[in-house]
Nanobody, 120 residues
Framework: QVQLVESGGGLVQAGASLRLSCAASVRTNIVAWFRQAPGKEREFVAV????????IYAESVRGRFTISRYSAENKVYLQMNSLKPEDTGVYSCAAKGGLATRRASDYNYWGQGTQVTVSS
């Protein structure tokens, strides 16, 4: 069983930065971030593949967000810069084996989520 714990959310103004952290009890090959805004479906944000270090981003965050790892502690970070009000939502990390995908239904393990609120 893989346990995931997110941290780092908060309330910030537009243009600010936040760094989210996802700590995993067991390393899995794929760790992704998803977000869900009120009244909207969960959407893919970014995914990291441990084997090879490749990354994939949603078009809406490319160039502003960076997903990276800290191997010593089985952590994956999401650095979010130039935040916009439309980035507001609950951000959750998810993990799986195999290959990276953008579909939430492909992920076996989920954290509890952390709230990110960006004011205009």
């Amino acid at each position: 069983q893989v346990q995931l714990v997110e941290s780092g959310g908060g309330l910030v103004q537009a243009g600010a930065s936040l760094r989210l952290s996802c700590a995993a009890s067991v390393r899995t090959n794929i760790v992704a971030w998803f977000r869900q805004a009120p009244g909207k479906e969960r959407e893919f944000v970014a995914v990291y593949t441990w084997s090879g270090g490749s990354t994939i981003y949603a078009e809406s965050v490319r160039g502003r967000f960076t997903i990276s790892r800290y191997s010593a502690e089985n952590k994956v970070y999401l650095q979010m810069n130039s935040l916009k009000p439309e980035d507001t939502g609950v951000y959750s990390c998810a993990a799986k084996g195999g290959l990276a995908t953008r579909r939430a239904s492909d992920y076996n393990y989920w954290g509890q989520g952390t709230q990110v609120t960006v004011s205009s």
